[in-house]
């Protein structure tokens, strides 16, 4: 029998705990380091406006939360608001012996870090609240360049720190054109140091990145070659990754890899969703539009740039006719927004035309 | 002799560029109305403005009539793999309310909710025949208190003129994109996957889906 949820939100909620970060990644796409100033930052919510969204959430059927960026580790208050989720009780809906069931439990949470900020006395607070743990890792060499602080050695050291607490981790990878000379390295190294999976994101533009996006994104060939990276690499590891943002299928075929998961439908507004530092609601962490605040959560249900995508109203016109149009979103439709100006606006990497 | 080897090359492979290069001809255009058989008094019901049934028999029936043509198709071989389908959510487009799906209706929706979709809205835009799609059943706030089908899909509706109203839960596309060849009176319409559907093949199952009696039988 079908379940009708608790509310229209998605069972995951990611969460932008501030607008502040102690990295300056150039790939960035939070929208509010933008140069332009086009995503005007906002009074962040307090400690008790956040308990208060999340308790909200989990009545309404989130069973998921994210704490993301800027860099959730720089609030002082993270881990009392952490305490607070752990603490609530979430609906979980899952397929069991051939029928839908609910239960109630606590919800999931996951930390997205940069790293810098991670130390051992974190890692045992993350593990008293079963926190998955997710740190990022643009490159060795270009691990500088990328984020201009530091270098690897301490998040990769974190990894192998996390690993010993019995933290369950993922290496975040953001491949750009500077860095996928060392893919290879970087992944074998963040598996190496501990990290349990590998999580890929080609660079969108978007944010930050909107500054010298020519130089950082990729082609389809390199796309190719990312992939079957990955690919070699994770099967020598006997391990698992997926790449987070989807990709046109005319690109990359998901069923010759099987290691990597490639997706490619967006998911945003349909398996997760995202409130920003000042409360308000976002179809996912690319988007520049702000919908309405979470205090008029209700408005968002039938919100035309919400429907656009639980509708999959944003399919570009290019796409039009393509044999995998009901199996793919035509790339990510956020970029393709910030990018083309529109929703339906070509992905950075445009349609092949021996699929139309 | 090396010559004639050579023209016989180049012969060759001008015939593998021209099948290499040749693009998917466009669905033709619709061929000469053929004369209506409908002589019965046109019925229409008020607020009403479809074809009637017979009109749809006379569709038909020029499709059966006409001569088969020969199409050289290359064969597509699908590998169908069974998996363990996770739940799926579905968005309702009226209400915005979500509601999780298991089983068959997971898969179904999964595979085929955006295409008949795009289908219906094909078959919609200009049909002589009066058309509604309907997902309520899939969303469980839309749905209670009503008494929906049994089995949770997307319903074509269709009210032909006579006032006779006939639902039909639609498993995929082609078959709408069949409806829509033969409303348009074309000879073959392209499905998603580029492949042709041949409407005279398709008359058998157009009327099992269209609630007609088979060739032969009568109303």
Same mark, same amino acid.
């Given at each position: 029998m079908p379940i009708l949820a608790? $509310? /229209? @939100? !998605?069972s995951t909620a990611v969460l932008e705990?501030?607008?502040?970060?102690n990295h300056e990644c150039? /790939?960035? $796409?939070? !929208?509010? /380091?933008a140069a332009d100033g086009r995503f005007p930052c906002h009074s962040e919510l307090t400690t008790a406006q956040w308990k208060n969204i999340i308790a909200k959430l989990c009545d309404m059927g989130i069973a998921s939360f994210a704490f993301t960026g800027g +860099?959730?580790?720089?609030?002082? &208050?993270l881990f009392d608001i952490i305490a607070h989720a752990a603490q609530c009780r979430a609906e979980h809906i899952e397929t069991k012996e051939g029928e839908l069931r609910t239960y109630m439990g606590a919800p999931g949470l996951y930390l997205i870090s940069?790293?810098?900020?991670?130390t051992e006395e974190t890692l045992a607070r993350l593990k008293e609240h079963e926190v998955n743990l997710a740190m990022s890792l %643009?490159?060795? &060499?270009t691990f500088k360049w990328h #984020?201009?602080? &530091? #270098?690897a050695d301490h998040v990769l050291k974190m990894f192998g720190k996390a690993k010993a607490a019995g933290l369950r981790t993922v290496c975040n990878v953001t491949v750009t054109r500077k860095n996928i000379h060392e893919l290879y390295e970087t992944l074998a190294a963040g598996l190496i140091a501990g990290a349990d999976q590998i999580l890929m994101n080609r660079f969108l533009p978007g944010?930050?990145?909107?500054?010298?996006a020519e130089e950082m994104m990729i082609d389809g060939p390199m796309l190719t070659q990312m992939l079957d990276i990955a690919e070699e690499v994770l099967t020598k590891a006997g391990r698992f990754g997926s790449l987070g943002t989807e990709v046109p299928r005319c690109w990359a075929? !998901?069923?010759?890899?099987k290691r990597i998961t490639v997706g490619t439908r967006c998911s945003a507004a349909l398996e997760f969703f995202v409130i920003d530092p000042s409360g308000f609601v976002r179809v996912?962490?690319?988007?520049?539009v702000r919908l309405h605040h979470f205090d008029e959560i +209700?408005?968002?249900?039938?919100d035309p740039y919400w429907t656009t995508f639980t509708q999959r109203?944003? @399919? %570009?016109?290019?796409?039009?006719?393509?044999?995998d149009a009901a199996d793919c979103d035509g790339g990510c439709r956020e970029a393709a927004h910030i990018v083309?100006?529109?929703?339906d606006s070509p992905d950075t990497l445009p349609p092949v035309p021996r699929n139309l | 002799m090396a010559a004639v080897l050579s023209i016989i090359a180049v012969i060759l492979l001008a015939g593998a560029l021209f099948f290499v290069t040749q693009k998917i001809p466009d669905e033709p255009p619709p061929p000469p109305k053929p004369p209506s058989t409908c002589t019965g008094t046109e019925v229409t019901v008020e607020g009403i403005k479809s074809l009637q049934k017979c009109q749809v028999e006379d569709l038909l029936r020029a499709v059966e009539n006409s001569k088969p043509r020969q199409f050289t198709t290359t064969a597509m071989c699908y590998s169908v793999g069974m998996e363990e389908y996770a739940p799926v959510s579905y968005v309702c487009p009226i209400c915005g309310s979500r509601t999780q799906h298991d089983g068959g209706t997971a898969k179904r929706i999964k595979e085929n909710l955006y295409d008949i979709r795009k289908s219906f809205y094909q078959l919609y835009q200009g049909s002589p025949l009066k058309l509604d799609l309907d997902e309520?059943?899939?969303c469980s706030k839309c749905s209670k208190g009503t008494n929906g089908p049994q089995e949770k899909g997307q319903y074509l509706t269709i009210y032909y003129a006579d006032g006779t109203i006939f639902t039909k839960m639609i498993d995929n596309a082609r078959e709408l994109d069949a409806l829509r060849g033969l409303l348009e009176e074309r000879e073959w319409v392209r499905d998603k996957n580029n492949e042709a559907i041949f409407i005279r093949d398709k008359t058998y199952d157009l009327r099992k889906f269209l609630d007609l009696p088979k060739t032969g039988e009568k109303n």
């Open positions: 608790r $509310s /229209f @939100l !998605p705990m501030t607008y502040r970060c150039r /790939f960035c $796409s939070c !929208p509010w /380091f +860099e959730a580790l720089l609030r002082d &208050d940069n790293g810098k900020l991670v %643009p490159g060795l &060499d #984020t201009g602080s &530091d #270098t944010g930050r990145g909107l500054t010298g075929d !998901p069923a010759k890899y996912c962490n690319h988007s520049q +209700e408005k968002v249900k039938l109203r944003y @399919l %570009p016109k290019e796409c039009g006719g393509c044999r083309g100006g529109k929703i | 309520s059943s899939l």
